[in-house]
């Protein structure tokens, strides 16, 4: 009990060094002069707040999204390999948000809609009794890697077919390479991420009742139809607002809410808000390595998530299969 | 006036590839306060497919169910949710959360905003933990626990509900005679205090001769048979219903009854 207690005041702390690392760290270090450079006009001053803090709320918000989303499918499909990107969601929204930057649409609701497009086709494919069971949760990662490997091919197409520059730079913002955008195009996206984010942990007692099957929240007082729309569509949005703000970035939603869980126990109360922090705290990390690590090169903030998460992943797939027996 | 009444319930399941089609027709009973119903059959009587249209997780055919003389159509999920209270055979734990926080649960068809629990919440909660014997284990994780000890965990969660009417699924499955006996005593306990009702799924017939007042037997989707108990349940009515002999035996001073199964004998073909 002692150690629950300490357990949040040290998450939070640990979480704050290593955003204030991030804002400090880099190809130009600024942690001997960081007050300095915060509260003087000069060139350490632009690099904070014009390159390293949008970056850091970048990742922040790219983060938090991603690890909400996750904890949410896994909740509502009682499944807890469901993660964004197993499911072929985060794929479904990076081609949307490729074909709207493509034919000049906006890409946030393209990127949206490739997310909710492909949620319902894993849905589908995996589809459960015909009773409205959740559909099993192997299954569903199958069907996710099925439609992610589609959705890739026609990304690869797509790049083959577009002028070399235009190509590359498409793939490096498809491995999530947290580019600083401006304020003036981040500030909406932020809000956009607020909204959502705030909508999901609105709805996180009901994840409660969800996540023991249908029988028992109706039981409880919880019509499940109603609210499991609400949380696809709000999961598709977390994951489609991530994939515009910084390409794909893999297992972020699959690891944290585990993380999440071992620190504050399985009360989707708690676990999405501490995902959310926890998402952010990992992929600002996550950038923060990517960019001191081979400095002045960078590597792609995805490449490192995915290096710390695919093992991960691996350990609860053999989880899930010795529960099958 | 009844808590809970049923008439005509109909029923058919979705047809759905390979599987027979099954009809539930003409299920009629209703139960007052302090009433307890025992619900017997053979597996796949619809015994449970009747509790389930109960609490609206399935839309019935055709048929009344009245709670409080309101029909359940006019019921919003979480009305029905502060008058009926499941108690299922299994809980899935895949999620595991602790004892404590599974029977707050039960308090969300009391509506707070954001599942926030008022001082009468966690009263209530206590008093459901206490009954059921859990106040030792509500810091322990649902998934640690023991059969019996989990089914004891869905009855305190029904019970933080404060229904006016337990449905409960095969409440002693897997129970030892220890426990069996305290559940009995937990729930008698209910309906002599509160006025709860009870309907209750039995596969064990000398339980339901020796405790349920009233018996509601089903097969292949039908009701065979209702009524009070000991002129309801005859030999000849437990061999058709089961495909087996069975006698019926006193303990010489008149009540209690205990039921045979004669499982040497052949099945009975009709």
Not at chain 1, 71 to 87: K, S, V
Not at chain 1, 290 to 303: Q, Y
Not at chain 2, 86 to 100: K, N, R, Y
Request: proline share 6%; hydrophobic share 50%.
């Amino acid at each position: 009990m002692k150690w629950a207690r300490a357990a949040g005041p040290l998450t939070l702390s640990a979480g704050a060094v290593v955003f204030v690392l991030a804002l400090a760290g880099g190809a130009v270090p600024l942690v001997g002069g960081f007050w300095h450079a915060a509260t003087h006009p000069g060139p350490g001053r632009d690099i904070l707040f014009d390159i390293r803090l949008p970056r850091v709320l970048l990742g922040g918000a790219v983060g938090a999204l991603l690890a909400t989303a996750g904890a949410g499918l896994q909740g509502l499909f009682r499944n807890p390999l469901a993660d964004p990107y197993l499911l072929g969601v985060s794929g479904g929204a990076a081609l949307g948000s490729v074909i709207g930057f493509l034919l000049g649409v906006a890409q946030p609701p393209a990127a949206v809609t490739g997310a909710v497009l492909s949620l319902s086709a894993v849905l589908l494919l995996a589809r459960g009794d015909g009773r409205g069971g959740a559909p099993a949760a192997t299954l569903m990662v199958l069907a996710g890697a099925a439609l992610h490997a589609f959705t890739s091919s026609i990304l690869a197409f797509i790049l083959s077919q577009t002028r070399r520059q235009e190509g590359l730079g498409i793939l490096f913002w498809l491995l999530g390479s947290l580019e600083a955008p401006s304020y003036g195009r981040l500030v909406p996206l932020l809000a956009l991420a607020a909204l959502v984010l705030g909508a999901l942990f609105l709805l996180a007692p009901t994840l409660n009742l969800l996540s023991l099957g249908d029988d028992p929240a109706r039981a409880l007082g919880l019509d499940p139809t109603k609210v499991r729309w609400g949380f696809l569509l709000l999961t598709a949005a977390a994951t489609g607002l991530a994939v515009t703000l910084n390409g794909v970035i893999p297992f972020v939603g699959l690891v944290v809410p585990h993380a999440a869980r071992l620190l504050v126990g399985f009360d989707n109360r708690r676990v999405l808000p501490l995902s959310a922090f926890l998402g952010a705290v990992l992929v600002v990390g996550a950038d923060l390595a990517g960019r001191t690590l081979r400095a002045p090169e960078e590597i792609p903030v995805g490449v490192v998530t995915a290096l710390v998460g695919a093992p991960f992943f691996l350990i609860l797939l053999r989880r899930e299969r010795n529960k099958l027996g | 006036m009844s808590v809970l009444s049923v008439r005509g319930l109909r029923y058919a399941y979705p047809r759905t590839n390979g599987d027979k089609p099954f009809h539930l027709e003409g299920i009629d009973f209703s139960l007052e306060a302090g009433d307890l119903l025992g619900i017997l059959g053979p597996n796949g009587a619809g015994k449970s497919t009747v509790l389930r249209l109960l609490f609206k997780a399935l839309r019935p055919d055709g048929g009344d169910v009245c709670v409080d003389e309101t029909p359940l159509d006019l019921l919003t999920q979480g009305a029905v949710a502060r008058a009926l209270a499941w108690v299922p055979q299994e809980l899935d734990a895949l999620f595991s959360l602790t004892v404590e926080e599974m029977v707050r649960l039960g308090r969300f068809c009391r509506g707070r905003a954001w599942g926030r629990l008022s001082a009468e919440d966690n009263r209530q909660v206590a008093r459901a933990l206490e009954e059921t014997d859990l106040t030792p284990l509500r810091h322990r994780l649902v998934s640690r626990l023991s059969g019996g000890e989990r089914r004891r965990v869905l009855l305190a969660r029904a019970l933080a509900q404060e229904p006016r009417v337990l449905l409960l699924d095969e409440p002693t499955a897997h129970l030892d005679p220890g426990h069996v006996a305290e559940l009995v005593t937990v729930i008698n306990r209910l309906r002599r205090e509160r006025g709860v009702a009870v309907a209750a799924i039995l596969h064990d017939v000398s339980l339901a001769v020796s405790w349920c007042p009233q018996i509601l037997v089903l097969k292949g989707g039908r009701a065979v048979a209702a009524g009070p108990t000991a002129a309801t349940l005859t030999p000849t009515l437990l061999r058709d219903v089961y495909g087996v002999g069975a006698r019926l035996l006193t303990d010489g001073a008149g009540g209690l009854a205990v039921v045979q199964f004669d499982h040497t004998l052949e099945r009975n073909q009709s």
